[in-house]
């Protein structure tokens, strides 16, 4: 089992900044990778950014340039950097570890979840 902390979620002005923390604990042995979704009001979860253990990373095309992704061993955390933050980033950021590949839609899904950390985006 692993468990997942998420923190840092808050109000931000359009164009400001947040970080996200996750803090891993359990079975951190068994985490292959790490990534954050997101899901705002009427939409569906959406994949914002991943980090493999490898240290790989990849972004969704609407954040890239502004969130960067990033992990500390020693701690076991990663973090969600987001900058030049916009209204429509307004969601419930989710922390997410273990990542497999789902053989049915050839899309990663993660096997444990956080629970959740709101960030609004507004002036």
């Known amino acids: 089992q692993v468990q997942l902390v998420e923190s840092g979620g808050g109000l931000v002005q359009p164009g400001g900044s947040l970080r996200l923390s996750c803090a891993a604990s359990g079975s951190i042995f068994s985490i292959n990778a790490m990534g954050w979704y997101r899901q705002a009001p009427g939409n569906e979860r959406e994949l914002v950014a991943a980090?493999?253990?490898?240290?790989?990373?990849n972004y969704a095309d609407s954040v890239k340039g502004r969130f960067t992704i990033s992990r500390d061993n020693a701690k076991n955390t990663v973090y969600l950097q987001m900058n030049s933050l916009k209204p429509e980033d307004t969601a419930v950021y989710y922390c997410?570890?273990?990542?497999?590949?789902?053989?049915?839609?050839?899309?990663?899904?993660?096997?444990?979840w956080g629970q959740g950390t709101q960030v609004t985006v507004s002036s």
């Open positions: 980090i493999t253990s490898g240290g790989s990373t």
């Open positions: 997410a570890a273990r990542r497999y590949l789902d053989i049915a839609t050839m899309e990663w899904q993660y096997d444990y």
